[in-house]
Every structure is written in structure tokens, then in C-alpha cells.
């Protein structure tokens, strides 16, 4: 059994505000290249919320480090084997993807219209090698909890997608948030089949725990774990998005409960490996 | 250590540390080797690795029992009763070397039909005087005046009967009642360590304070010779009793006499009643026969090596500037003298008494009432603080203290002598710091400036210390020549003597210590610091390095190694054998040969007169299985002082010779108010007072608290948890520890009762970087018959939740 | 030649040489401690305890009373979880075997002290950095035996070829086998792809807390990543649907 890392808050945190943006990045990269009318919005937004998220990420990180200068030796070597150096540099690209899509995004609208389609097309060209990107920043925490000897994370393969899956509902709760009309009504479809699917996935991976899986269920932290992540995360939203329809209100409480559920899972997940 | 020197001849570890990979069997009892010894104990282990099985006898479970292929436990305090056991056991089921014990024991002597034992005494005893009358306790003998034999040792009056029926009542039954030991695992180990009886077979006792800290030790230690000779272990590579000496010099500082009642050599110290003169000590202290004939020469070379020319034939070579004892100044018995307010002054150099003594609340006490203590060290310790100890107030207390800084012995060459008797020379491996001197240069100091100041005074006090020879150099004591003084030389030509065989009694020799002449044979050659090792598969003699006294023979006793014709009980661990062949210096044909020195005459052929005596060092060259002590000259158990059962083995309670102090603050302990057993001991982590080591930050971190072992039933039964603080009391005092529940500790079950016994370390004190009690606290002033060593190995106590 | 050193738990005597002499020659500080009941302090290695010697007090199968222990540090894997997961490079391996340590690089991420199996690796606080036994290559490569090894008095710690201390420690398990010791067992030849700390042990790996099966860290990367991909596609097809839906095309 590994030593407890001692991964703080910053590292919560980094795991919440990255899957945040991932989650906004690959879902505006997804409605760049396949949406329809409103779809353009939703990209613009997703964009938009991206980057500033991502570029909170290494600060974060570089809290929990300590030092800040050292947190360049993430970038002395690429290693294969370590999901954290892969992360790093995934992470340098991904926020370069960010940020370049996000200038393209504001190169669109200044541009002549006649270069505009093209501006389109550069960003669209990006977004899929960005999406690919965003799905690997919002997985490959929870591949290197895998790869770790702690009790919870240690070889579990299920917390990756666990992390996928909610970060494309925190994603798309952060562009929902986003005040812009008229509004993306796709959304409920998205929150119902996601939140569906986070809780087999959520299942499959307690399963996959056996006995371990108390920690959440009956120890000390199945308070959080009901209320936070099955209830406000989960159940919540579904209710509200299969039996409340329209309005700006109904939306804004799923995006808040969705945003609650996403950060109380990151912050169960890292603190059952720790405890 | 006069249990082995009655028996054996000399006092002192009979094999050595190397040799004891040579052992069939090793018992270690009355010593935790692997904990206290540890580097020493690899050598158990290469035996073991040879095949060898390891038996550990000890109270609690320790990290030598951990090693151990068995281990039994027993009540502190009933060694004797355990060995006494397995002599029975041996004798009954005849698993005793029959020619060896025959032919170089005294167990075919005859006594004196009136000698006896009942009732728990011998014959002789006084209950008026509280003493023995000897008359009895001596053999039938010839008209030469040697003793009676009966070969067969079928004669009731035999040495052997006699054994025979002393110990026929030390059953398996008998060893489980008293000591609470099983009698299974008794019998296992009996059987184990028995089957070193068989001729060439070989087995260790390897012993220390958990045997030498009882009011019966030296009777202890005498159990283990006897069962030795018996199994025929003594003499041979990788048998022996085992003398585990403490420190790295302990062996040394007693060979050059660091004991009040002998001089350097185990030279008996003069006293005032009985030995006036020169001639009357002569008369009185020279046996008939054996090699201490030879005393004299010893004793007057001694002389003029320490007063020169001022010792001559006729003013009986300066006999009367020595000292003699008019008193006994053993420790204890000086700290009560000093409680008492019989001392002025103490210097203390290299010792911590008010930690390491026994009832330091009274030794503390003691203390206060000098005008001056001198203290040399290397940390402000216990004893230099003691005017600011717990319940001191500074105010009250007028000793005046001079805290000398010491250097270390890292920070200074000279010789140590080892447990096996080796002096190995060691070199200087720093500076001391700041104002730090040696130990030697303080001596030299003291000596020097004493000379100064008595210079010329006429006062016949002054005039003993005025001859004294003293020309080791101004500052740093020359050390080399030291030991060249101390090994010898002859007068005229100041030539160093080849050993021993070469001083004479008539001055024109002088020796400051006959055993380690030989060390020094010629001008610069000082062997201590030879280091010529013997190859690893070998028996591990290693003559070549260092030097073993006497004259570098490494085992002693080893004639006994080879049967009466001179052969060896064993080829492959030979040690010396009779070589009828070989060619003397004088043409002469037959010695004795080997890879050991031979301790014994080398031209001396096994079927000459005497031929067959190996203990050269005893009157009648016989191993002492009856050899008188003060309480007798057989072991008896008897209970410890504090005891909380009766002894069952006779009505006579405890030794009836230990030495009690009787000070008011010398009590002692109601089984009915301290009705569980303790005893104290060593950690590895920890050395002694823990002046050095409570100062080591890494050593505190691994043991940083004082603590309490006990069973789980005792726990159990006093509501104490593991790890949580505890009181221990004693009749003497109280201290604070930690609880160490386990299950290393048991219950011993003696008959229907049951009788718990904890276990504390003595490292703690009140100064230093980790601090505690210290266990000195809960000893009393209790005394071994003829030591009077402290008995902190078995007294009373009470235990609660603190 | 891969170097080793052959951990013989049955030569121990514990009496803790070898976990002072790599505090001596590493100029590792004692930490706080207070005596818990058993002789063993510090609790567990840190960042500056490498080595550290356990005491277990066990009853064997015949209900006897057993003291174990065990010199514990690194046991510098083939299959090295601190190293495979170390970002920096700050973790490295020596041509002998060693896992080494470049204190200069490590940037204190800790995810080395989460991936060890044995829980080896540990945060120093001060220099938020990490610490570990690195097998003392300033000694090896200076043709010395490593600080704790030469310390050890009864020869419970060797070091040399790992193919003879194999050899060494197999020979043994067969002599504590024939003298009845059952549980005697060879730890660390086929562990992790073969561990450069060797164990001679006399009961289960567990008493000993040591794990039966160690786990090498990053074997669950490939195993995650495919999950990981499964869900991606999952998310990436439900967007679709979303996007692509009725309500695709804005407010209804
Ligand atoms: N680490 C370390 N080593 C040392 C020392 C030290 O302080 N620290 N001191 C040195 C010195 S000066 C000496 S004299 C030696 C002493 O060496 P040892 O004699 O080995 O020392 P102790 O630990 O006092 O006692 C040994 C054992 O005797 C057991 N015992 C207690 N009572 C009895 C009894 O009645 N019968 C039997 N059979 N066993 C009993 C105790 O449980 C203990 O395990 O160690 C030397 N070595
Ligand atoms: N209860 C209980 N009491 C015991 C024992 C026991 O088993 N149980 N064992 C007894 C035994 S066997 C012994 S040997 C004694 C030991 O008792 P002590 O000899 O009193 O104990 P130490 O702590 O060894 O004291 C030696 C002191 O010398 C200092 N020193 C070290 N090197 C030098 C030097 O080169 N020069 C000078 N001047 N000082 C130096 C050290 O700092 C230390 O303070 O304790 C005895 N007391
Ligand atoms: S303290 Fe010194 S003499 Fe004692 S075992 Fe250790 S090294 Fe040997
Ligand atoms: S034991 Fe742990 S720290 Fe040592 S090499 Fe193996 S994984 Fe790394
Ligand atoms: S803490 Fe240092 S050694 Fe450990 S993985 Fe991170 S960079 Fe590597
Ligand atoms: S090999 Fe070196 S670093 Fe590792 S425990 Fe031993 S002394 Fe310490
Ligand atoms: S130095 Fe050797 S005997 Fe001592 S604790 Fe360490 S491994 Fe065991
Ligand atoms: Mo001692």
C-alpha cells in the first residue's frame, strides 16, 4: 500500500475546474464540428468558459507544488508510463488548443465575412484534435488515481470514465450558466442521457470496489456521497430535466446541482484514496 | 568472579567469543547476548549455522529468546533452581561424561563423614553468629595429605553421592513449582543442552547480569561449572561458562584490579588483621600446590614495580607502603558509609551512581552528605546534578561539585581487554574537544601533582606515595610504556620479561601485573597490537591476533580437551593433544602440542603424576565440583530476599548469607503489599545510565520513553492498557512508565498459584535529551553473599494505572 | 550485474544498526517519538527514516509465541510503480538496479508516494521534496557495501550479485525448512519482475506487511485508457444526439 500523497485542495480543485473545462471544450468542439443552428452558441460559450478554466489549472497545480518554478520539470521529459507527464503536456496543448480556439472564435466575428467561413473552418480543423484533447484532460486523472497503490484508486479502471462522464455534464452546466439568449434547449436530452449514464457508470465502479466500496456507502463520507453525489448530482437533475419543463430557472438549479454533484464526486474520490 | 574461580581456578570467561561458533549447544540464561552483545552474538549465530541448537532461559521473551530454536521461561531469582534440575536430570538419567567428570573432578574425593546438608544448611551452620563453621566441609585424606578417592564414585561419601543426593530433590515437578516453568519445556531444554554430555560433544553457558545480580549469585554461577564439568564442556573448543563481560573493558579494568579487595593479577589485597608483614601474607595467601606456588614472585615483583628502589629486601620490598583494607569497600557498602557521613570526598570517573546504583534514592541522599564530589565526563550527568534532582531543593545541599570534562575513548589509544581475555591496542581516531583530557592524563595529573605537593614532606603518611614510581611522561601518559611496566622486566637491564615463568620473588624482577605478562617481550614489541586473523573455516584461535592472558592461550583449561591419554575427545575441534614423539630443547622426547597455547606443563606426560589434572590454577589440579563459598560448598536455592512465595525446597527462606543494608532508607518489601516480581534490564538502544545515549537524538527517537513489561493477564487484571502510563512501587520508591502490555511476559503458574512479574530497562534519569525514572528507584540494597553484587535482577513490587 | 541486498529475516536480531547507520551516512534527523507499547519507533519510514526495523509479535501454526522482525526500505522493483509514474525523471534507475533519487529534479508531485506498493517513498515536508533508500550508490559505486549492510552484525543484511544473494537466500529457505520452519519463504524473485531487495522470510509475506502480490502501479494505465475511450465515445455520441436533436435547434 502506498503512502497517503497528502493531495490537497488545490488538487480538488484542479480535478474539478480541468474536468469543468474539458467537459465546455469537447462539447463546443462537438457542436462546432456536427451542431446545427443554435450549436454555433454553444461553442462560442464553451470556448469562452474553457479557457479561462483551463488556465487556472496550473496555477492550481502549482499551489499544491509548492514552488513554482519546479513545476516546469513536468516538462523536462515525456514519459509513457507516467499518466502525470502525459497529463502535463497534454495539458500544455490542450490549453494552446484553448486558447487558440477561443482567438478564432473572436477572429470570426472581426474578420471580414467573406474570411469568416474560413476563420470557421481553421477552428473547426482544431476542434478535432481539441476534442480528442479534452476527452483525455478529463479522463487521465482518474486513469492516474489507477495508477497508484492507494486503497479506492489503486488499478481501479472505472474512475476515468466516471471523470469523462461528468465532466461533460459540469462542462455543459458551466455553458449553461453562461447568460446568453436565445437559449440551447438540446441540453435537457444531453443531462438526462449523461446523468443516466454516470450513475451505471457510478455503479459499475462501486461494483468494482467490492468491499471497499463501504468507504462511500456506509462510512463517514456516505452523507456527502448520497446527498452531494446521487442526490443533488444525480437524481436532482434528471427529475428536473424529465419532469420540469422550460424555463431559465429549472436550468440554472440543474447546472448548480450538476456543478455541486460534479465537485462533491471529485473531492470523494480523492479524499476515500487518502483517508 | 569467584564462582568460577572456586571451581575453576580463575575467575574469568573460560573460552572465548570467537570460539563459541564451535558449540553443539549454547544456552544462554541469565544474559540477553543478542540484545546486550550484538555484535558478539553473530558468533551464536555461526554455530547455529553449524548446526548448533540455541536454548534461551529468561523471565520474558527477549530478542535472544526471539532466536532461540527453544525457549522456556522462569521466575527471576530460580536459576539455580533450574540448573539444579538439570543436574539431576543428567545424573539420573546418566548423561554425564563419566571419565571426564571421573578423572578431572573432585567427584571421586571423599569428604569428611560429618559433612551433611539439612534443612537447607550445611553442617556448620551458626544461628547465633549467622555464619558457617568450615570444619567439615573438607575431604578425607591420605597420609601425604592428598584426598581420598574412590574411582568408582560409588562411596556415599564421594563428592559425587553427595551431588547426587543434593540435587536427587531438584525433580522436573520441583523446577515447575518453584520457577513456574513448565515441566515440559524443563525437559526440553535439559534434553537439548544434556546431549552435550557425549564425549566430544561441546556446549556454552553464556551468562551475565541476569545471573551475577542475585543474593546467591556466585552459588549461581557454581551450578553452571558444576553442570559444565559434568557434561564434560569445560576446556574444550566451544564449551565453557561464559562470562559475558559488560563493557568493552570490564575483563580489563578487573584484571588490573578496579576492585577494592585484590591487586593487579588477582593478587588477594593485604588487610591489617591478617597480614602484618610481607612474610605473613606470603605464608598465609601461597597454596601448597597448583601453580599459585608461585605467588611470590608475583607479589614481590608487583612491589617493585610500583616503589622501585624503594623496595628492597630488606624493608620487605616497601610491603608496608601498600594499603591494606581494614574494611570492606565494596560499592554498596561505600555508599553507605557515605549516607552514613563517613566520606568526605568521591571522585567519580567514568560512572553514573546515581542512576546505575541500587535505591538511588538513597545513594542520591548519600551524596548530600560529601563536602566535595569530583566528576569527570562527557555530558553533565545524574550524579553531577544530583543537587537538582526530583525532590532536591539546591539550597539546602553544600557538596561542592567540579565537573571535569572527560575525552572519549575514541579520542584516545591504550589497550582494552575483551571478555575472552584478548588486549587488543585501538587507536586514537579524533581530537577531544575543548578542555577534554583522558582519563590517563587526569591520573598522570593527580599523580604528579601530589608528588609536587608532598615534595619533600617527612610525614611517613606522605612517604608511600612519595616512593611511588612514576615517570610516564608530563602530560598525555606514555601508554605503551604503561603496559610495558606492566608486563615486566628484569631489574638490572630494564629488558622486558618473555612472560610470567621469568620473575622471580627476590627483586630482581618487576611486573605490574603477572597475568599480562608476555604482551610486551621485547623491547617495541607490543602484541596487543598484532592482527594476524586465522582463516574463517578454521577453529578461530587466531593466536596471531592480539594477546589472550595468560601467556596468549586462548581456552583455558584445555588439557581437559584431550582425554587422560592425551587424545582429543574430538579430532576436528582439537585443540591441544600429547605428542610422545616430539623433541624437547634438552633432547628430551613428549609434549604437548596444538593449535592452542597448552594450559598446563608442556613436557608434562599424560601418565606422570599429576599428568591428568587440568586445572593447574586449583590445589589439586581438579575441577571444583565441591569447592566452598560462603554459603556453602554445593548450590542450594533459596528465594531472592524480596520473594513473594516460600521456598519450597527447604525452610530456610533466603540465602542466609546475602547482605542486607539495614539504612532507614534500606527497606525491604511485604510480599502481601508488592506482590509481583520485577526484575530490570538493557535495551540495545540504550547503555546503562544513558548519560551518552539518552543524548543521542537517534537513539531516543527509537526507545524515548521508560517503560513496563508485563503480561496481558496482569494488564488484564489492573485495568492497564498498552501505551498508556503506569506506577510502579517498590518498599524503596515509585516510578512513571509506559505500559508495554505483551505477550512476552506470562503468568507463572507455580503449583495453584500464580505469580506475575514485570520487567523494567534502568536506562532513564532525570537529565539528558529524553528523560524518565530511573529503575534504581524500586532496587534495594541487597548483596550476594560473597560479592555483594546488588540483587536488582528479583525484588517486589506493585503496579497500577497511573 | 544487478546488485542486491538479501534481507535474512531469521539472522535479525533487531537491534537496529542498520536503521541509524543510514541515518548517519544519509544525515537523516531523529524524528519525535513517544514508546506506543512495542519497541518499534518511528511508526513507519519517512522522509527521514529509510530503513526501519519491525517487530511482530506473532503466534506461529504451533501456537508458540514469535518475535519477529524485519530491516525494511526500498525494494528498488524491476517493475518500479515510483519510477514508471515519476513525471520528472527525478526517480532513475542505476545500471546495477537501483532506483535513485535526484533530489535537484523532483518538483514534490508525490505521485511516486502514492504508486509505491510498500508505501516506501515519503514527502519531506522541509524541502518539498521526497525521500527514499536509494541503495547508497555514492557507497556501491565506490566499491563499498551500503551503510546499513556493513553495520549489520550478524550478517541479516548482505549485499553483492543478485543471482548469488538468490542463490543464498534459496539455500536458506531449505535450511529453515529442514529445521521445521514452515513458513520460511524466498520474497522478491519473481515480485514485480524480481525486487533488488531481497527477503528471507519465516512466516506469509503479510505478517510482515508486506503485500502477497504487489501491484505494479501503471499496469491499470492500459486498462483505464480503454475504459477512459469507451466513455469518451459515449459522451461523444450523446452530444450528438443533443446536438443534433429537436431541441438542436434552439427554443421550442
Ligand atoms: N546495549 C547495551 N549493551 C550492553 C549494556 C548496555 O547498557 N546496553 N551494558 C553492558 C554491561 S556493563 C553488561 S554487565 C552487560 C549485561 O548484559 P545482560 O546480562 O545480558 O543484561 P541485562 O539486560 O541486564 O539482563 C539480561 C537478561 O536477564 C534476564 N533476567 C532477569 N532476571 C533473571 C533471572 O533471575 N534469571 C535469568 N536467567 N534471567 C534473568 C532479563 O530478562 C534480561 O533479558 O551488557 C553489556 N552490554
Ligand atoms: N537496576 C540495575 N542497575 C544496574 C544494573 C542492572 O542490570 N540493573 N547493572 C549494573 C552494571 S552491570 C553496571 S556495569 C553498572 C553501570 O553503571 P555506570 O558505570 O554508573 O553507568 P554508565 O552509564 O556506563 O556510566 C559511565 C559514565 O561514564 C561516562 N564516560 C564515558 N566515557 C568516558 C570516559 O572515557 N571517561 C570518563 N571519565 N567518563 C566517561 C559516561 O558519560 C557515563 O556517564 O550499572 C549497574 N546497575
Ligand atoms: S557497544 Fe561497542 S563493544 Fe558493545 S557491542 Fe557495540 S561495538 Fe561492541
Ligand atoms: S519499493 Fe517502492 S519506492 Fe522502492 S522501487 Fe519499488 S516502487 Fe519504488
Ligand atoms: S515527487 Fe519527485 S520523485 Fe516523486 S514522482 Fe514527483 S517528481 Fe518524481
Ligand atoms: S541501502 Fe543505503 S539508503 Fe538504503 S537503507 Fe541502506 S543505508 Fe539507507
Ligand atoms: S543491523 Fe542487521 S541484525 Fe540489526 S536490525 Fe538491522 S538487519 Fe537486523
Ligand atoms: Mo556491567
Not at chain 2, 505477550?743 to 498459584?753: A, E, V, Y
Request: proline share 6%.
Amino acid at each position: 500500500m502506498g503512502k497517503n500523497p497528502a493531495w490537497s485542495w488545490y488538487i480538488v480543485w484542479y480535478f474539478f475546474v480541468g474536468g469543468m473545462a474539458a467537459g465546455a471544450y469537447f462539447l463546443a468542439a462537438l457542436a462546432d464540428l456536427f451542431g446545427r443552428e443554435r450549436t454555433p452558441a454553444v461553442a462560442r460559450i464553451g470556448y469562452t468558459v474553457a479557457l479561462p478554466l483551463i488556465l487556472v489549472s496550473p496555477v492550481l497545480l502549482t499551489l499544491d507544488l509548492g514552488m513554482p518554478l519546479r513545476t516546469f520539470y513536468m516538462f523536462r521529459l515525456l514519459k509513457v508510463s507516467s499518466p502525470m507527464s502525459v497529463g502535463s503536456w497534454a495539458l500544455l496543448g490542450f490549453s494552446l488548443f484553448s486558447l487558440i480556439s477561443l482567438v478564432l472564435v473572436l477572429a470570426e466575428r472581426r474578420v471580414a465575412p467573406d474570411r469568416a467561413l474560413g476563420v470557421r473552418q481553421l477552428r473547426r480543423a482544431l476542434a478535432v484534435p481539441g476534442t480528442l484533447l479534452g476527452f483525455f484532460i478529463a479522463s487521465y486523472t482518474g486513469v492516474l488515481l489507477g495508477a497508484t497503490n492507494r486503497p479506492v484508486w489503486g488499478g481501479n479502471a472505472w474512475i476515468g470514465p466516471l471523470f469523462i462522464v461528468s465532466a461533460t455534464s459540469v462542462g455543459a452546466a458551466a455553458i449553461a450558466l453562461w447568460p446568453v439568449r436565445p437559449r440551447f434547449t438540446g441540453f435537457r436530452r444531453l443531462d438526462l442521457i449523461t446523468t443516466a449514464f454516470e450513475a451505471l457508470v457510478l455503479l459499475v465502479f462501486l461494483q468494482s470496489l467490492g468491499a471497499a466500496a463501504a468507504v462511500f456507502l456506509t462510512g463517514s463520507l456516505a452523507p456527502l456521497f448520497w446527498g452531494a453525489v446521487v442526490g443533488a448530482g444525480l437524481a436532482l437533475p434528471f427529475l428536473i430535466q424529465l419532469f420540469v419543463r422550460g424555463g431559465r430557472a429549472p436550468e440554472l438549479a440543474t447546472a448548480v446541482l450538476l456543478l455541486v454533484g460534479g465537485f462533491a464526486l471529485r473531492y470523494l474520490v480523492l479524499l476515500s484514496g487518502q483517508a | 568472579m569467584p564462582g568460577l574461580g572456586t571451581s575453576f581456578g580463575r575467575g574469568a570467561m573460560t573460552n572465548h567469543w570467537i570460539d563459541v561458533k564451535n558449540a553443539d549447544a549454547v544456552l544462554i540464561m541469565g544474559s540477553n547476548a543478542a540484545e546486550n552483545h550484538p555484535i558478539a552474538f553473530k558468533w551464536v549465530l555461526a554455530a547455529m549455522e553449524r548446526g548448533a541448537v540455541l536454548l534461551s532461559v529468561d523471565p520474558r521473551f527477549s530478542r535472544t529468546s526471539a532466536l532461540a530454536d527453544l525457549y522456556a521461561p522462569l521466575r527471576s531469582g530460580t536459576d539455580i533452581a533450574f540448573l539444579g534440575g538439570m543436574i539431576n536430570h543428567v545424573l539420573r538419567n546418566n548423561l554425564f561424561q563419566r571419565e571426564y567428570v571421573g578423572e578431572y573432578t573432585n567427584a571421586s574425593f571423599l569428604l569428611d563423614p560429618a559433612f551433611g546438608f539439612k534443612d537447607g544448611y550445611f553442617t556448620g551452620w551458626d544461628p547465633e553468629k549467622k555464619t558457617y563453621d568450615r570444619a567439615t566441609w573438607k575431604f578425607q585424606v591420605e597420609a601425604d595429605g592428598t584426598p581420598k578417592q574412590d574411582g568408582s564414585l560409588r562411596d556415599p561419601h564421594t563428592v559425587f553421592q553427595h551431588l547426587r543426593r543434593h540435587f536427587a530433590r531438584y525433580t522436573p515437578e520441583m523446577v515447575e513449582r518453584v520457577c513456574g516453568t513448565p515441566k515440559a519445556e524443563f525437559l526440553r531444554v535439559a534434553e537439548a543442552f544434556a546431549r552435550t554430555g557425549a564425549p566430544g560433544k561441546a556446549g556454552t553457558i553464556m551468562y551475565a547480569m541476569g545471573w551475577t545480580q542475585h543474593s546467591k549469585a556466585t552459588q549461581l554461577i557454581r551450578t553452571a561449572a558444576i553442570l559444565q564439568m559434568l557434561l564434560g564442556n569445560i576446556g574444550v573448543a566451544g564449551g565453557g561458562v561464559n562470562a559475558l563481560r559488560g563493557l568493552s573493558n570490564v575483563q580489563g579494568s578487573t584484571d588490573m584490579a578496579l576492585l577494592f579487595h585484590i591487586l593487579p593479577g588477582y593478587l588477594g589485597m593485604p588487610t591489617r588483621k591478617d597480614h602484618p608483614t610481607l612474610a605473613a601474607y606470603l605464608e598465609k595467601e601461597t597454596p601448597k600446590t597448583g601453580y599459585w606456588v608461585n605467588k611470590p614472585k608475583f607479589f614481590v615483583s608487583l612491589l617493585r614495580a610500583w616503589y622501585g628502589e624503594a623496595a628492597t629486601k630488606d624493608n620487605e620490598f616497601a610491603y608496608q607502603y601498600l594499603p591494606k583494607n581494614s574494611a570492606n569497600y565494596s560499592y554498596m557498602d561505600l555508599f553507605e558509609a557515605m549516607y552514613a557521613g563517613k566520606l568526605k570526598g568521591f571522585i567519580v570517573t567514568g560512572q553514573n551512581p546515581a542512576v546505575s546504583g541500587p535505591n538511588s534514592t538513597l545513594e542520591r541522599k548519600a551524596l548530600e552528605k560529601l563536602e566535595w564530589l569530583v566528576v569527570r565526563e562527557l555530558f553533565e550527568t545524574e550524579t553531577a546534578a544530583f543537587w537538582k534532582g526530583p525532590g532536591v531543593d539546591p539550597a539546602k545541599v553544600q557538596t561542592e561539585v567540579f565537573l571535569l570534562p572527560s575525552s572519549t575513548h575514541l579520542e584516545r589509544e591504550g589497550s582494552y581487554t575483551n571478555s575472552g581475555r584478548w588486549l587488543q591496542w585501538k587507536w586514537k581516531a579524533a581530537d577531544p574537544p575543548g578542555d577534554a583530557r583522558s582519563d590517563g592524563w587526569f591520573a598522570n595529573q593527580l599523580a604528579l601533582r601530589l608528588k609536587a605537593l608532598y615534595a619533600g614532606s617527612r610525614a611517613p603518611t606522605d612517604r608511600a606515595f612519595l616512593a611511588l614510581t612514576w615517570d610516564y611522561g608530563k602530560e598525555e601518559p606514555d601508554l605503551e610504556k604503561v603496559l610495558a611496566e606492566v608486563n615486566g622486566y628484569t631489574v638490572a637491564d630494564r629488558k622486558p620479561v618473555k612472560s610470567f615463568a621469568f620473575l622471580a620473588d627476590d627483586g630482581s624482577t618487576a611486573c605490574g601485573n603477572w597475568i599480562y605478562s608476555g604482551v610486551f617481550p621485547a623491547e617495541g614489541q607490543n602484541r596487543a597490537k598484532s592482527r594476524k586473523a586465522d582463516p574463517p573455516e578454521s577453529l578461530g584461535i587466531n593466536a596471531g591476533w592480539a594477546f589472550s592472558w595468560p601467556v596468549n592461550r586462548r581456552i583455558l583449561y584445555n588439557r581437559a580437551s584431550a582425554d587422560p591419554r592425551g587424545k582429543p575427545w574430538n579430532q576436528e575441534k582439537a585443540l591441544i593433544w600429547w605428542d610422545a614423539e616430539a623433541e624437547l630443547p634438552d633432547g628430551k622426547k613428549g609434549k604437548w602440542v596444538g593449535v592452542d597455547v597448552p594450559d598446563f606443563r608442556p613436557d608434562l606426560a599424560p601418565d606422570a603424576k599429576g599428568g591428568g589434572n587440568p586445572f593447574i590454577m586449583r590445589p589439586d589440579g581438579k575441577g571444583g565440583i565441591f569447592a566452598p563459598l560462603a554459603e556453602g560448598p554445593l548450590p542450594e536455592h533459596y528465594e531472592p530476599v524480596e520473594s513473594p512465595v516460600k521456598n519450597l525446597l527447604s525452610n530456610v527462606q533466603a540465602n542466609p548469607m546475602a547482605v542486607i543494608y539495614k539504612a532507614d532508607l534500606d527497606k525491604l518489601g511485604d510480599p502481601k503489599e508488592f506482590p509481583i516480581v520485577a526484575t530490570t534490564y538493557r535495551l540495545t538502544e540504550h547503555q546503562h545510565t544513558g548519560s551518552i545515549t539518552r543524548n543521542l537524538p537517534w537513539l531516543v527517537e527509537m526507545m524515548p520513553n521508560l517503560f513496563c513489561e508485563m503480561s496481558r493477564e496482569l494488564a488484564e487484571e489492573k485495568g492497564i492498557r498498552n501505551g498508556a502510563p503506569v506506577i510502579v512501587r517498590s518498599a524503596r520508591g515509585e516510578v512513571r512508565a509506559i505500559a508495554a502490555v505483551t505477550g512476552r511476559f506470562k503468568p507463572f503458574k507455580l503449583g495453584d498459584r500464580v505469580v506475575h512479574e514485570v520487567g523494567i530497562p534502568w536506562h532513564w534519569g532525570f537529565m539528558g535529551l529524553a528523560k524518565g525514572d530511573s529503575a534504581n528507584m524500586l532496587t534495594p540494597h541487597v548483596g550476594d553473599a560473597n560479592t555483594r553484587i546488588q540483587e536488582s535482577k528479583a525484588f517486589l513490587v506493585d503496579v497500577r494505572k497511573a | 550485474m544487478a546488485k542486491a541486498i538479501l534481507v535474512d529475516t531469521s539472522k535479525c536480531i533487531a537491534c537496529r544498526g542498520c536503521q541509524v547507520a543510514c541515518k548517519q551516512w544519509h544525515g537523516r534527523r531523529a524524528e519525535p517519538t513517544r514508546f506506543q507499547g512495542s519497541y518499534e519507533n518511528p511508526l513507519a519510514l519517512s522522509a527521514q527514516t529509510w530503513r526501519r526495523v519491525g517487530f511482530i509479535e506473532t503466534a506461529g501454526g504451533d501456537g508458540r509465541l514469535r518475535w519477529r522482525f524485519i530491516s525494511d526500505a526500498c525494494k528498488h522493483c524491476t517493475d518500479a510503480s515510483c519510477l514508471a509514474v515519476c513525471p520528472t525523471g527525478a526517480l532513475f534507475r542505476r545500471t546495477w538496479g537501483a532506483v535513485d533519487l535526484n533530489q535537484d529534479i523532483c518538483n514534490g508531485c508525490r505521485y511516486c508516494v502514492a504508486a509505491c506498493p510498500f508505501g516506501i517513498v515519503a514527502f519531506n515536508e522541509e524541502s518539498g521534496r521526497v525521500n527514499k533508500c536509494v541503495l547508497c550508490p555514492d557507497r556501491v559505486e565506490a566499491g563499498l557495501e551500503p551503510a546499513c549492510v556493513t553495520t549489520c552484525p550478524t550478517d541479516a543484511l548482505t549485499f553483492g550479485d543478485r543471482d548469488q544473494l538468490l542463490s543464498q537466500a534459496k539455500r536458506r529457505v531449505a535450511e529453515l525448512q529442514a529445521k521445521g520452519e514452515k513458513g520460511a519463504q524466498l520474497y522478491g524473485e519473481r515480485e514485480l519482475s524480481g525486487l533488488h531487495q531481497l527477503f528471507v522470510l519465516q512466516e506469509r509475506p503479510q505478517v510482515y506487511g508486506l503485500p502477497e502480490q504487489p501491484r505494479f502501479a501503471v499496469a491499470s494505465v492500459f486498462p483505464s485508457s480503454v475504459t477512459s475511450v469507451l466513455a469518451s465515445v459515449v459522451m461523444g455520441v450523446t452530444a450528438l444526439v443533443a446536438f443534433r436533436g429537436r431541441g438542436g435547434k434552439g427554443e421550442e
